[in-house]
């Protein structure tokens, strides 16, 4: 029984012993706070350094911090990752991730220990991503852009995260190493927004409406949308308000990611919108009717015509269109119309840059383009706006024009106090007045909740 005990004993403060290969095993029993126990071992090199890791891991166990693996690879923690997320994830999301971790993750750090990759390695991968770098067959893959290295810090970030909750790891070194943006010195540039100067828009829309492969172009041009969204309209999301207004209704988005294709919500809350359609507009959609109804007669139409499912623009087989054939289209109109070849995108760009710059109400054109915060469409299209700022200024005679035909009014003989009622004139009528004629703050009229509202 002596013995017994002392064996449990020597569990619970360690033991080490020497193998035959010369290094130290040592063996711990812990607890930890939530009463749990654990066996931790592992073999060092002297025996010094095993006492020192069994106090170690007694250290640890009190504050709750459990072993992290040392077999788990960071390909096999973002696979388990994507793994998990794929019933919340959208399908453009999941195949977009799929393709950043095959493309840009596993050929560089899928074989190695995710809890032995340090912030500092993180930067270099991130510095090599910056960079041309071999690719398949002895191709050389062009340098990642910014955007692209962001969402490769947040896959990575994602599963680090995944996998300390799951006991596996401790740290994340993603949270210290982030790609480093162009404004802060990245060798990687980002493209200003491209747009359609006025006079090239009005060029583009001219030739687009005399295609018919190019009319949706010349819809996105009128209307804002995104090509997606444009390509996902359905003849019941054309419709009329109380006015008799038209609109469309935006409610879904229709994309495709390497041969695959996705159809689900917009982007953001925000993104469900009405877009009113102005007469050109309108008359885009009109004509699409009278072609896809002469189309549905047919042989072979694989269409439903003009149905409320049906798209408004359709191939002439009635199938839905392509982006990447629209995307043909538009280099196409863009040579036929002498302006620089964009993509369709851009064409979305042109719009809020060309409402902006005429000085319409940012708010609205926020709504219009289903951006979630005016600061977005603000920021993004700031570039617009410098022109605007010449003539803000203001001179002395400017202000002195606004008083002309009127009686200057007369000089207060108080400082004005927060929060009171209009200024009496001194030894007119009215109670509570003061020697300076200011009418004291009423008691009742103290809001005691904090500062007031800006309105």
């Keep these: 029984m002596t013995g017994k005990r002392k064996g449990k004993a020597s569990d619970r403060q360690g033991r080490v012993e020497l193998q035959p290969s010369g290094r130290w095993r040592w063996r711990v029993r812990v607890e930890y706070p939530d009463g749990t126990r654990a066996r931790l071992n592992g073999t060092v090199t002297t025996k010094r350094e095993g006492h020192e890791a069994i106090a170690r891991a007694h250290q640890e166990a009190a504050q709750g911090k459990r072993p992290v693996s040392r077999t788990l690879t960071v390909g096999e923690m973002v696979t388990e990752y994507m793994r998990s997320k794929r019933a919340t994830w959208a399908d453009r999301t999941a195949w977009n991730n799929e393709a950043l971790y095959t493309r840009h993750i596993a050929p560089h750090l899928g074989h190695l220990i995710a809890a032995g990759i340090l912030p500092g390695r993180l930067r270099e991968y991130f510095e090599l991503l910056s960079v041309a ?49 162009p404004s802060k010195g990245g ?10 100067e006025p006079e090239d828009l009005a060029r583009f829309v001219t030739v687009a409406l005399g295609d018919r492969f190019a009319l949706p172009l010349a819809f996105l041009a009128y209307t804002g949308l995104r090509i997606g969204e444009a390509l996902a309209l359905t003849w019941g999301d054309v419709r009329r308000d109380d006015t008799g207004a038209h609109y469309v209704s ?6 495709e ?34 072609r896809v109804a002469r189309e549905a007669r047919a042989l072979k139409y694989q269409g439903a015509g003009l ?17 990447d054939s629209l995307r043909a289209v538009m280099r196409r109109t863009c040579e036929a119309a002498g302006v620089p070849i964009l993509s369709p995108h851009a064409l ?24 979630a915060q005016v600061s977005t469409t603000l920021n993004i299209y700031a570039h617009a706006l410098p022109g605007k700022l010449r003539g803000l200024g203001y001179e002395l005679s400017d202000l002195r024009g606004r008083g002309q035909g009127r009686a200057a009014p007369a000089p207060l003989e108080a400082p004005t106090v927060p929060g ?3 200024l009496e004139a001194e030894g007119g009528t009215g109670e509570g007045k003061t020697r300076a004629g200011v009418s004291p703050v009423r008691r009742g009229a103290v809001r005691k909740g904090g500062p007031r509202r800006k309105v």
Excluded: C, W
């Excluded at 060798?187 to 359609?196: I, L, M, S, W, Y």
């Excluded at 935006?250 to 994309?255: E, F, L, M, Y």
């Excluded at 149905?307 to 982006?323: E, I, L, N, W, Y």
């Design 133 to 181: 770098r071999p690719g398949e067959e002895g191709t050389m893959r062009p340098p990642l852009g910014y955007s692209g290295q962001r969402q490769v810090h947040v896959l990575l970030h994602g599963a680090y995260a995944h996998a300390i909750a799951d006991g596996l790891l401790r740290d994340n070194p993603a949270q210290y190493a982030r790609p480093l943006s």
């Design 187 to 196: 060798a990687v540039k980002e493209a200003k927004v491209k747009h359609f």
């Design 250 to 255: 935006v409610s879904k988005t229709r994309s």
């Design 257 to 290: 990611f390497e041969g695959k294709y996705y159809a689900g919500g917009p982007k953001t809350s925000a993104g469900v919108r009405r877009v009113y359609l102005s007469g050109e507009a309108l008359g885009i959609v009109e004509d699409m009717k009278g």
């Design 307 to 323: 149905a409320d499912t049906a798209p408004v623009f359709p191939s002439v087989d009635g199938r839905p269109m392509r982006q």
């Design 348 to 371: 979305r760009h042109s719009t809020g840059t060309f409402l902006i710059s005429r000085g319409e109400d940012p708010v609205s054109v926020a709504a219009m383009l289903g951006h």
């Design 420 to 422: 009171a009622g209009p």
